[in-house]
């Protein structure tokens, strides 16, 4: 079910159980890379001074609680205990990028993304059922220079994989559903719900449409497990020219 919901942030993330996803669904394979990322990001100038909107890719340096340049933990509405809903910068093969850390099943590179060295990962342990708790991490970043009036789009990935090593009492297991808030204050909260169940080391391309209200909006990732004694990591990619503007 694609259905797009508008909520104020807050209420948006509280209410999250009510709402379904807004946008394409569509399984990657995995497969050889080909060609390259197009460097013309399709954006036009926006403005006189012909500033651009910018989205901030997810490539960084890996590490736990090390974020891509823009990205950042976010803290409300979500756990601030580091050690017990971890979040942070991994590779596609280890936890954190950790030699350590190996996943159990690495994840494939997304076909025709080239140089794809990190991915954004938080942790989650909040079932779907669960109206109110902060048993999970999430990230945040803010998409800048927006025009007023003007549409604009973005796709992303997302996809879960395992550790084959419990978190204390917490059972290893894939996350059930990911989800992504697009936050244009006055424009309210889209969230778009990416279904994950089944999908195990898959990476799920989406594509979200806004019209933008202000200047900058606030995009939001998290995820949540099948049953609160699963433990389960998420993982966010996004290219460095996804955002578009529509019109």
């Known amino acids: 079910m694609d ?9 948006g993330l509280a209410c999250m159980m009510m709402l379904g996803s807004c946008s394409k669904e569509n399984v990657v394979s995995p497969e050889a890379q080909v ?7 399709g954006l036009k100038t926006n403005g006189p001074l012909g500033v651009v909107p910018i989205l901030q890719s997810t490539t960084g340096t890996p590490g736990f609680n090390v974020y ?8 409300t509405s979500f756990s601030t205990d580091l050690q017990a809903f971890p979040s942070g910068t991994s590779s596609l093969t280890h936890l954190w990028g950790s030699n350590l850390l190996p996943w159990a ?3 494939p590179p997304i076909p025709g993304i080239q140089n794809m060295s990190s991915i954004i990962t938080v942790s989650t342990s909040r ?4 109206y109110s708790g902060k048993e999970w991490s999430g990230v945040t970043t803010t998409i800048k220079n927006l025009k007023p009036g003007k549409q604009y789009s973005y796709t992303f990935y ?10 204390g009492p ?4 894939y996350a059930k559903r990911a989800f992504v808030s697009t936050s244009n204050y006055t424009g309210g909260s889209f969230v778009t719900y990416v279904e994950l169940e089944g999908k195990q080391a898959e990476w799920v391309k989406q594509t979200v449409t806004f019209k933008a209200i202000v200047n900058e909006a606030t995009l939001t990732f998290s995820a949540f497990a099948s049953d609160e004694q699963d433990f389960a990591y998420a993982h966010l ?5 996804s955002l578009k503007e529509v019109n």
């Open 3 to 11: 259905v797009m919901k508008k909520l104020p942030l807050g209420l």
């Open 35 to 41: 060609g390259g990322v197009n460097e013309n990001s």
């Open 68 to 75: 891509p340049t823009g990205w950042e933990r976010r803290t």
């Open 105 to 107: 099943k690495p994840l």
């Open 127 to 130: 079932s779907i059922f669960a």
């Open 158 to 167: 997302v996809a879960s994989t395992v550790r084959n090593i419990a978190q």
């Open 170 to 173: 917490l059972v290893p297991a």
């Open 237 to 241: 990619f996004i290219d460095h020219n």
